[in-house]
């Protein structure tokens, strides 16, 4: 309670090793690991809460219910670490589905707690691309939902309309994307991913207003200065999406990505100095863009550098060289 966090957890674990079998002192140093963002170890202190769980009164479940879906969420937040690999993203999901599908094989009439775990389900068969599944586990979580109103709720028809995207059904997408902004006025993602509906449809001048209402509830929502950039740049408004991609690259100047996608504008432009300068950082920022060093090349030939110019071109055909020795 006064915050010192490390102390707290020597306390705990000292209390553990006095006594291994409580299991009320693992779930409040897994709480804490959580707290601390220290998701591995938080989810070795739930399976030891799993592990040594007594109910205490005969009308408790003979299993730690709270346990399970805590460590499935977890599992979830540690799975969105930028440093969690690929392969162990995967395991986390699949072991996310495992958690879920023991609270729904053995506890089926306590709607709460198989509502959470349809959801987080859900959330993970979405992430392993098994998108009819998510469905069918995210409908069912929101149709558990005591009037619809369980925490869960906006996010469920939040990644729900991802998966009907997935799918190639942008209405049904976009009707689940503004239930999910109802339900969660102030957060951007439903107005950015409505964005995506309208692209996905080639309505770029209502994508392009989705974008700008993701922006107003969150100025600081890069996706979607990129995403309503790349739609002016359908509409052929190439200083507007010059403009777009300067905010993406102030709120992430390191990005590659966001250069190349300035230096493609300003080639439709004929502004080929600018072209090149973005260009030039898209590979300073990626050595590895065989596209930025590519379209480098062209913007050099356009400026009648042409020394330049072989080198770019050059650097682009050893990287694709590289990339079709790899495949």
Same mark, same amino acid.
């Given at each position: ?57 005969? /009308? ?63 959330? /993970? ?84 207003? /989705? ?7 969150? /100025? ?108």
């Amino acid at each position: 309670q006064l915050g010192q966090t490390d102390e707290a957890v020597v306390q705990f674990e000292k209390s553990i090793e006095l006594d291994p079998k409580d299991h009320e002192t693992h779930f409040r140093l897994a709480n804490l690991r959580i707290y601390l963002k220290e998701y591995p170890e938080a989810i070795e202190s739930l399976t030891n809460t799993i592990k040594n769980y007594e109910p205490e009164e005969p /009308s408790d479940p003979n299993d730690f219910i709270n346990g399970y879906l805590i460590r499935a969420d977890t599992r979830i937040k540690l799975a969105g670490e930028e440093d969690t690999t690929p392969e162990e993203r995967e395991k986390l999901f699949e072991q996310v589905l495992e958690d879920t599908t023991f609270i729904l094989d053995e506890y089926p009439d306590r709607d709460a707690e198989v509502g959470n775990a349809l959801y987080f389900q859900g959330t /993970s068969m979405r992430m392993l691309m098994r998108y009819g599944e998510a469905i069918k586990a995210l409908t069912e979580a929101i149709q558990l939902a005591p009037g619809g109103a369980a925490p869960y709720t906006g996010e469920a028809f939040l990644k729900r309309g991802v998966c009907w995207l997935k799918q190639g059904e942008p209405d049904l997408a976009r009707r689940d994307f503004e239930q999910a902004a109802a339900l969660n006025y102030e957060d951007p993602l439903p107005y950015l991913w409505i964005g995506f509906t309208h692209a996905y449809e080639e309505d770029y001048r209502k994508a392009i207003e /989705s974008y700008g209402e993701a922006i107003a509830k969150n /100025s600081r929502q890069t996706s979607a200065f990129v995403n309503r950039g790349l739609a002016y740049m359908q509409e052929q408004g190439y200083k507007r999406a010059v403009d777009n991609f300067n905010e993406a690259i102030r709120l992430e100047p390191n990005e590659s990505e966001h250069f190349y996608k300035r230096g493609i504008a300003y080639m439709w432009l004929e502004d080929y100095d600018k072209a090149f300068s973005s260009f030039e950082l898209a590979v300073l920022y990626n050595d590895k863009s065989e596209k930025a060093f590519r379209a480098g090349a062209r913007a050099l030939r356009e400026l009648d550098r042409g020394s330049l110019a072989d080198e770019y071109e050059s650097r682009a055909r050893a990287l694709e060289s590289q990339s079709e020795t790899s495949s």
